[in-house]
């Protein structure tokens, strides 16, 4: 039996799942934390990785590994390959000035999209260059390679011992502000506009069959990937699907041939870990909604569940718009929840509990409209993330996206992406994987979500 390992290292921690080549079924896994905060040196990653990969049972005898990450995330390197300062994750906001004054300098979102098919955000790396290059200006001359968490652990996997070694993939690559997915090829005038002029060495793009390099015992290392990229690889996602994820925030992408050009900035073009595109529209909020909505009722989250299933669709006319964090798209990071259409008769708890459960959902149909508005055909939507778990989520969900949706075998998938990408690289050929899961079928409610669309119009 031939071994391969899928690493995810996410914001929260580091997943290790060790694979049979053939039939993709989990052999052992192991995982590790990773310390809080939206900065974090890059040390702490690979010490989980370590401590992963020991939980693990170890990587000796596996024959290859990829890495999938966090995206976005910024690691500076001198050119001795020594990391600069702390890594910024994707969740640092104080870079939101910075993605403003982007926009602006390049003439407008529609600039950007025209250009690589993304808006800088507070999130993308090409504003936390800008904001190094502003604040911290001895510390950006001192960068002379910029990498994300997945190409920097790569790296180190690698021996790390030279910074023009670094390697990354399109998935993640077209994160970044200063890549095209459409081209495939790297923007180097934005990239200088963001740090001020400066063109630090960036990471050679590998394909996504490609070996991107080995370790000093000659496993092979596959080219990563950005971990919604991973995601869609490890549910094994086709043409025309759409993977919902609800997690810390809500994520809709699909796998397209096409490009999106969203000059909105709602849809962003990033690429998929198969050689074609996943435009993605990211809120900022996703299961947080549930548990915060479960609290003020006072109730756990299994009889959140059970409350929200016994009120009717619609709730009666009670709508939660979920802006609880602000919200990204639509692009309002001043905006807050809002309880909609209260009345004597829907003020209860059963019928709050579902406007929560539903205004989560309705947010992300809002998600796949935008991508369907660039030409985006979407068939078939695949939910995951730790939301889905919920039975409240599992009945309303297909209610909204038209009367169906896979619910996936619960499992690590981006970790299993990963693996899958590494027996890619091993062998040539991408590997089918049983998925295994449920069809969750439920009467379509319509009218749920354009009452939705009503209560948000004179918000958005």
Known sequence: ???????????????????????????????????GGTEVHPDRWWEALLAAVDAAG???????????????????????????????????????????????????????????????VAAITASKLRWLADHEPDHADSTAAVCLPHDWLTWRLAGGADISTLSTDRSDASGTGYFSAATGEYRTD????????????????????????????????GAGAGDNAAAALGVQARRGDAIVSLGTSGV?????????????????????????????????????????????????????????????????????????????????????????????????????????????????????????????????????????KSAAVQGIAPELFGGEVILPADGEYVALGAARQAAWALTGELPDWPVGGRVLTATPTPQVYEQYRKSTAGIC
């Open 1 to 35: 039996m031939t071994l391969i390992a899928g690493i995810d290292s996410s914001t929260q921690s580091c997943k290790v799942v060790v694979c049979d080549a053939d039939t993709g079924a989990v052999v052992r896994s192991g995982s590790a934390p990773h310390p």
């Open 58 to 120: 170890g990587v000796d005898d596996v024959a290859a590994i990829s890495v999938a990450g966090q995206q976005h995330g910024l690691v500076c390197l001198d050119r001795d390959g020594q990391v600069v300062r702390d890594a910024l994750l994707w969740n640092d906001i104080r870079s939101a000035d910075a993605a403003r004054d982007l926009v602006d300098e390049f003439g407008g979102a529609h600039c950007w999209v025209d250009a690589v098919g993304v808006v800088p």
């Open 190 to 221: 934005l990239l200088g506009l963001a740090f001020r002029g400066r063109v630090p060495i960036l990471p050679r793009v590998v394909g996504p069959d490609e070996v991107a390099a080995t370790t000093p015992r000659g496993i092979v290392l």
């Open 252 to 388: 809709l992408c699909a796998v397209g041939d096409v490009a999106p050009r969203d000059r909105t900035g709602i849809v962003a073009g990033f690429a998929d870990a198969t050689g074609r595109h996943l435009p993605l529209v990211c809120t900022l909020n996703g299961a947080p909604v549930l548990s915060a909505t479960a609290q003020m009722l006072g109730v756990d989250l299994s009889r959140f569940a059970e409350l929200a299933l016994s009120a009717p669709p619609g709730a009666d006319g009670l709508t939660l718009i979920p802006y609880l964090a602000g919200e990204r798209s639509p692009n309002l990071p001043d905006a807050s929840g809002t309880l909609c259409g209260i009345t004597t008769a829907n003020f209860t708890p059963a019928h709050v509990a579902r406007a929560a459960v539903e205004g989560l959902l309705c947010s992300l149909v809002y998600c796949r409209e935008q991508i369907e508005a660039q030409g985006i055909g979407i068939d078939r939507c695949l939910l995951t993330g730790g939301g889905a």
